[in-house]
Structure formats: structure tokens, C-alpha cells
């Protein structure tokens, strides 16, 4: 039996799939790391939030409680105001991990249409190695069906 003479691309082309099922799957764990990236960045938004909030009225109650210098309100002022800040930057790290997440969505689904397009390859090539070798079986019987014919001998025939 002849051998299917694009075994080598169908070789190639399962390679591809191979390759391309594993960038899905590196792909698919990196954007799950990206989630839970995002989860605990807003975690600590929140936590921050809630300590500012709970900080915030501690000290005006203690501010309310004396009587201080403008330098020790303007202190108290700048204080406040860096906690403000502090949120700000927690606000700032969901927003880029958000991006992130966004961008490992991107690359997880271009990996999963890139497997897509190998498999149907692959399985295009495959199916046109079905066809091929059934060719190639009719034609082995074909052409052993005709080396019989040349050796049979004809009974209308005189033999002597």
C-alpha cells in the first residue's frame, strides 16, 4: 500500500494544534491569574476605603475634642488629603489590573481561534487522506482485478 504523500504536512499541522492547544490552555490560566489579580486589588480598595472612612472619623472626633494651632489644623488638613491620595492610588491599580484583564481576554481568545483554525486544518487534511487512501484501495483492486485478467485463459479458445 502506497503511503499518503502529505503525511508530512498532516505531521506539521498536528504539531500546530498541539501548540496551539497549549497556548489556549497558558493562555486561559493567565487570564484566570488576571481575575484574581483584579479580585484582590479591588478587595483592597474596598478595605481601604472602609479603614479611610473609619480613620477619617477618628480624627475629627479627636480634632473636635481640643484646641490646636492653624499649623496643627493645616497638619490635619494635609493628612486628610494624603488619604485621599493613598485611595486614589488603590483606584488607580484596579483600573490597570481591570486593563490587564482586558488585554489576557484579548490574547485568550485569539489563542482560542488560532487552535480553532488549526483543528479545521488538520481535520480538512485529514479528510482528504480518507479519500485518498479509499482512491488508492479501488485502485489496487482495479489493477489486481486486471493482472487476473491477463492471466485467465479464454475456454473459447482452441489450446493445443
Keep these: ?23 489556549r490552555i497558558l493562555r486561559g490560566k493567565q487570564l484566570e491569574q488576571a481575575k484574581m489579580e ?3 486589588k479591588k478587595k483592597a480598595l474596598d478595605d481601604y476605603i472602609a479603614w479611610r472612612t473609619d480613620e477619617e472619623k477618628r480624627r475629627y472626633a479627636k ?13 490635619f ?12 492610588t488603590y ?6 489590573a481591570e486593563k490587564q484583564v482586558q488585554e489576557a481576554e484579548r490574547i485568550f481568545q485569539e489563542s482560542q481561534e488560532l487552535e480553532r483554525q488549526s483543528r479545521k486544518k488538520l481535520k480538512k487534511l485529514e479528510n482528504h487522506e480518507e479519500i485518498w487512501l479509499f ?9 489486481a482485478d486486471q493482472e ?9 479458445r482452441d489450446i493445443r
Design 135 to 143: 482512491n488508492e484501495k479501488v485502485l489496487q483492486e482495479r489493477m
Design 91 to 96: 483606584q488607580e491599580a484596579v483600573r490597570k
Design 1 to 23: 500500500m502506497a503511503v499518503y504523500p502529505l503525511r508530512g504536512l498532516k505531521e506539521i499541522r498536528e504539531r500546530r494544534l498541539n501548540d496551539s492547544t497549549n497556548s
Design 38 to 40: 483584579l479580585k484582590s
Design 77 to 88: 488638613n494635609a493628612s486628610i488629603k494624603q488619604l485621599y491620595t493613598d485611595e486614589l
Design 148 to 156: 487476473l485478467e491477463d492471466f485467465r485463459v479464454n475456454p473459447d
Design 63 to 75: 480634632l473636635m475634642q481640643g484646641r490646636y494651632p492653624v499649623s496643627e489644623i493645616q497638619k
